[in-house]
């Protein structure tokens, strides 16, 4: 079945640092791939998406490209800052074999933010 | 417009006991998700449905039942709860499933005891 891979957290890093999630993804055809972010205590909310190969999603300063040759989705940001510490989690949506698509989360990504 | 809301936000439940969540959408969409987040496991999936009257298996679905007989509302059913079940539940909704993003409820944290 689908699957998506995502690095282990938690991710700590000092205000103003450079940040990369991996994100990576097995699927039958072509899923479009998203990322969620998490803040403590509410719903997931959409951060970016990209729905083909070599589309780049953005928002907020968060960057992600959809690479088909190596299956990935990894999340950038280059100068983090102390509110984006969260649960970032990477997503796809696939056709699934009942004809209708069907959403995999991957386990998340905690990551802390320092000043 | 609300967007996606629970009901209820906590509850306990004694081993046995059954209770139904509720979920309800203001937006129109086709598409609703019922998941549960554990530590460590992220989402998984435990029922969806693609529109009113339909209701699919996800990823997880034992010890759960779905009823969609209004297209803004979507309801997850313990039936005889669990300990296992003990969770966070999340209930989305999406206008089209393969493109759009699914939009989250707030959860609703039950504990089984």
């Known amino acids: 079945g689908d699957s998506v891979t995502q690095m282990e957290g938690p991710v700590t890093l000092s205000e103003e640092a450079f940040l990369t999630i991996n994100c990576t993804y097995t699927?039958?055809?072509?899923?479009?791939l998203f990322w969620y972010v998490q803040y403590p205590g509410e719903g997931l909310q959409l951060l970016l998406k990209?729905?083909?190969?070599?589309d780049k999603g953005s928002n907020k300063g968060f960057e992600a490209t959809y690479r088909k040759e190596t299956t990935s989705f990894h999340l950038e940001k280059g100068s983090v800052q102390v509110s984006d510490s969260a649960v970032y989690f990477c997503?796809?949506?696939?056709?699934?074999?009942?004809?209708?698509?069907?959403?995999?989360f991957g386990r998340g990504t905690s990551l802390i933010v320092h000043p | 417009n609300a967007g996606v809301t629970q009901t209820p936000k906590f509850r306990v439940l004694k081993t046995g006991q059954s209770m139904t969540l509720l979920c309800a959408q203001d937006?129109?969409?086709?598409?609703m998700y019922w998941y549960r987040q554990d530590p460590g496991m992220g989402l998984r999936l435990i029922h969806y449905?693609?529109?009113?009257?339909?209701?699919a298996k996800g990823e997880v679905p034992d010890g759960y039942n779905v009823s969609r007989l209004k297209k803004q509302n979507f309801l997850l059913g313990l039936e005889s709860a669990a300990p296992s079940q003990t969770s966070v539940y999340f209930c989305?909704?999406?206008?089209?499933?393969?493109?759009?993003?699914?939009?989250f409820g707030p959860g609703t944290r039950l504990t089984v005891l």
């Open positions: 990209a729905t083909k190969a070599d």
């Open positions: 449905s693609v529109g009113e009257g339909t209701t």
């Open positions: 699927a039958t055809g072509y899923p479009s």
């Open positions: 997503a796809l949506t696939a056709m699934g074999s009942g004809g209708s698509y069907i959403p995999t």
């Open positions: 989305a909704s999406s206008y089209v499933a393969d493109t759009d993003t699914q939009y």
């Open positions: 937006m129109n969409h086709e598409y």
